[in-house]
T-cell receptor
Framework: EAQVTQNPRYLITVTGKKLTVTCSQNMNHEYMSWYRQDPGLGLRQIYYSMNVEVTDKGDVPEGYKVSRKEKRNFPLILESPSPNQTSLYFC???????????????FGEGSRLTVL | GNSVTQMEGPVTLSEEAFLTINCTYTATGYPSLFWYVQYPGEGLQLLLKATKADDKGSNKGFEATYRKETTSFHLEKGSVQVSDSAVYFCALSDTGGFKTIFGAGTRLFVKA
């Protein structure tokens, strides 16, 4: 079954304690991206990756890091989480269509993070 | 820059009512347009899409037509069901942008 898998689904942590949210896809997609979803703001892109070892900032990258060492995995790292990073996070993947355009996004089920 | 604006919710309808959720966009190129749906506790999933002007996307009774002259992509369904209760997101993917831009989402409640 084609899917994007995120872990953990729920996490409560404290300010400053490093955490990693994993994301894995089994569709051989070149493009992967992280979004955060906040009430009234829709989805905002944090980081994206066009392929292995190629990553770039989205609209709200502050406080986050990513890596793309393998095509299937795209972990999101919060080195020193703060309460304003409390949010619902989604990983998504897609084929790359060329000329900077991506196709339909496939989403994970989301990771709800609370930073106290 | 590129942007997507959709009507604020929540929208509350009775079963079998007609649904319209408005969506307009701003883009510099020739974007592809999407509607995604998010059911409670789940991730987003593609509902329908259109890749060029005058294309009509359709799925599960929902339709939307890519109107370049009015820069719109309104979502419609002739008869909603309780199971359609969800949050609906309009989105665009433009050339050169390396990303999909989402509207704020519209929550739909359908009452039996």
């Amino acid at each position: 079954e084609a899917q994007v898998t995120q872990n953990p689904r729920y996490l409560i942590t404290v300010t400053g304690k490093k955490l990693t949210v994993t994301c894995s896809q089994n569709m051989n997609h070149e493009y992967m991206s992280w979004y955060r979803q906040d009430p009234g703001l829709g989805l905002r892109q944090i980081y994206y990756s066009m392929n292995v070892e190629v990553t770039d900032k989205g609209d709200v990258p502050e406080g986050y890091k990513v890596s793309r060492k393998e095509k299937r995995n795209f972990p999101l790292i919060l080195e020193s989480p703060s309460p304003n990073q409390t949010s619902l996070y989604f990983c998504a993947s897609s084929f790359y269509l060329g000329q900077g355009s991506t196709g339909e996004l496939f989403f994970g089920e989301g990771s709800r993070l609370t930073v106290l | 820059g590129n942007s997507v604006t959709q009507m604020e919710g929540p929208v509350t309808l009775s079963e079998e009512a007609f649904l319209t959720i408005n969506c307009t966009y701003t883009a510099t190129g020739y974007p592809s347009l999407f509607w995604y749906v998010q059911y409670p506790g789940e991730g987003l999933q593609l509902l329908l899409k259109a890749t060029k002007a005058d294309d009509k996307g359709s799925n599960k009774g929902f339709e939307a037509t890519y109107r370049k002259e009015t820069t719109s992509f309104h979502l419609e369904k002739g008869s909603v069901q309780v199971s359609d209760s969800a949050v609906y997101f309009c989105a665009l993917s433009d050339t050169g942008g390396f990303k999909t831009i989402f509207g704020a989402g519209t929550r739909l409640f359908v009452k039996a």
